[in-house]
């Protein structure tokens, strides 16, 4: 935990994580913020910690604490996993949660020195990191990984992919991790590739947007692009399975329940719902300068 303000100033509230949940008030379907009264034993799990300002500039701390086994609950509020709850809350609370659960998470990653292996230590509210040998020194600080997400299709159909680890039902576009050395533009048309064995047209490669994704950390570098066509299969073990879908037969397997599709607030969700629909399609059949989704 932060040491109180030294300037005599109220301490944030204070906002609870446990692994990948995050404290509710469950009347109120928003994530508690509590004072140090109020949070109790709470406060003696604590082994992370990092200070944030929301949107009206008020201080917050994002505490993380290990497994929560209370003697006594706190009243009308319980862990829920974020991911699940995230569709429920409006953006201001999506957005100060996903940043404080990134954090966390890096802080988690980086307990020992990359460097040298000693203990790291916590600075300026958790936004860095310090060596603890004097002899290093090293200083870490926050880091997010680029990811692609594309949708791509070929005519009036949509490529999209489950992942051996979803449910039966569950399906969407297709994503990778950049790698060391290649632009944005580049994993693209490797990931497409290695994932299903379509090779994308790289001049019809657009834009699309970004979104930070908490889960742990990640950049969401989001394009569109069109196909040379064949037949998608799994190729490299990422997906258990991977097919085109029209229109037509996607909107009828939606309402019949037999397929779902990627949480409302994930912009992998915006690419499918915006083909479904067919907005601000260019006649390219491209989405351009959608940010922040």
Not at 47 to 60: I, K, N, Y
Not at 209 to 218: D, I, K, L, R, Y
Not at 245 to 274: F, H, N, Y
Request: aromatic fraction near 6%; hydrophobic fraction near 35%; charged fraction near 30%.
């Amino acid at each position: 935990m932060t040491d109180s303000r030294p300037d005599g100033s109220p301490d944030p509230a204070l906002v609870f994580f446990c692994e990948s949940r995050v404290m509710i008030d469950l009347r109120r379907r928003r994530p508690c913020r509590l004072d140090r009264a109020q949070a109790g034993e709470l406060l003696n799990q604590a082994r992370a910690s990092v200070r944030l300002e929301d949107a009206s500039g008020r201080l917050l701390e994002a505490v993380a604490i290990e497994r929560f086994r209370p003697r006594q609950r706190i009243p009308d509020a319980d862990f829920e996993p974020l991911r699940g709850i995230a569709a429920e809350l409006d953006s201001e609370s999506w957005q100060l949660l996903a940043r404080s659960h990134s954090l966390l998470e890096w802080q988690r990653a980086h307990r020992y020195c990359g460097s040298c292996g000693h203990p790291t230590e916590a600075l300026d509210g958790g936004h860095r990191r310090r060596c603890s040998n004097r002899d290093c020194g090293r200083l870490d600080f926050p880091r997010t990984d680029p990811a692609v997400i594309m949708r791509i299709t070929h005519e009036d159909r949509l490529l999209l992919g489950r992942q051996p680890t979803w449910p039966e039902q569950r399906r969407s576009v297709l994503a990778g991790f950049v790698h060391p050395g290649e632009s944005a533009e580049e994993a693209v048309v490797r990931e497409v590739h290695e994932e299903s064995g379509i090779q994308v047209d790289p001049a019809s490669l657009s834009w699309f947007g970004s979104q930070h994704w908490p889960f742990p950390g990640s950049l969401m570098l989001a394009f569109t692009a069109r196909a040379q066509g064949g037949e998608p299969h799994p190729r490299d073990g990422e997906l258990a399975r991977v097919d085109w879908w029209t229109r037509t037969e996607l909107k009828a397997a939606l309402e019949a329940d037999r397929i779902a599709l990627p949480g409302q607030r994930s912009v992998a969700r915006t690419l499918i719902d915006e083909w479904i629909k067919g907005d601000g399609l260019h006649d390219n059949g491209l989405t351009q300068g959608r940010n922040n989704r």
